[in-house]
Structures are given as C-alpha cells and as structure tokens.
C-alpha cells in the first residue's frame, strides 16, 4: 500500500506505525511465551515477526522494504512448515497441548530435526533463512529510527525464548507423550 499514498502521508503517520508495530512485537512476542497449545504459539509468534516486518516497512529505507520482503518470505516458508509439523503431531497424538509432550528426539529423530531447523530458521538463527532479513530490518532500524531499537529487540527476544521453551520442551528429557481419546 505504500505506492497509494504520498510521502508526506508516510512521514506523518509513521511515527503511529512504528509505535503500533513495536507494541504489536512486544505483545506477539509475551503471548507466544504464554500459550501451552502449540499452534496458537506458532500463530502469535508469526503476529511478532510481521509486526518486525512492517517496521522494516516503515523506516522507509530501501534496506527496511527488502529485508521484510525477504523476512515476509522466509517466515511464510518456516511458518508454513512448523504448523505442518505440529499438524502431524496432532493428528498422530490428538493433541496440540506442549504439556503433553516430552522426549520426542529419542522417540521420532527425523521429525524433531525438522522441528529444530524449522523452529531455529523461524527465530532466525545463523545460517537460516531467516537470519539475513532479520538483520536487515534491524540495521535500517538503526539507520533511520534508533530510538526503537530497544524495544524492538525486546520483542524479537520475547519470540525467541518462546520458541526454545517450545523445543526444549518437547524434544528434551524423558519420553512423555499422553494419548488423549479423540471425541
């Protein structure tokens, strides 16, 4: 939408952008770390990552487009996969719930290395897809708002630590998975 309006426009309403976006970070970012149902942390932590992307948008610097072009790319990629993955594990278990699960690594090792790479590319870790937009966005945040940095970061660390709590919950310890009857 941004070709539709002027450039005075953009710079007057850019500073309520940017504030409703770094509080749409923060509040993706403390929801997802909330949620026990694996799909709702999926969908809010995605909440997080375009809110990041349209800060990208908003500093109105050629870096901020492209980078969340590329992020907007990349998270559709890795949100896609990880809500298959937990998709399967729905369908196998009959539930979505993270209480349920434990110890998947020793028990499906090729499900959980996707889950792991999945889940890592979506928080954009080194070497993923996910990791060079991300750093995009953040140097033209730098570069053209650098009050917001702070505050931005705080988000995206919110998303992150969801999505580890996530993994290390159902990867790691000892074997735990309930079966729920379906009704």
Partial sequence: MLPLFTVQTHLFFRPLALFICVVGTIYGGLCALRQIDMKRQIAFSSISHMSFATIGIFTL???GVKGSIYLMLSHGLTSAALFYLVGVLSDRYHTRS???FSGL???????SFFLLFMSLANVGFPGT???LPELIVLVSVVSATSTLLLPTLLGMFF????TLVLLLRALFGHTKIFYFKSS
């Fill in 98 to 100: 993270i209480i349920a």
């Fill in 105 to 111: 690594l020793s028990s499906m090792p090729v499900f």
């Fill in 159 to 162: 998303t992150t630590v969801s």
């Fill in 61 to 63: 610097t050629e870096a």
């Fill in 129 to 131: 897809s996910g990791f």
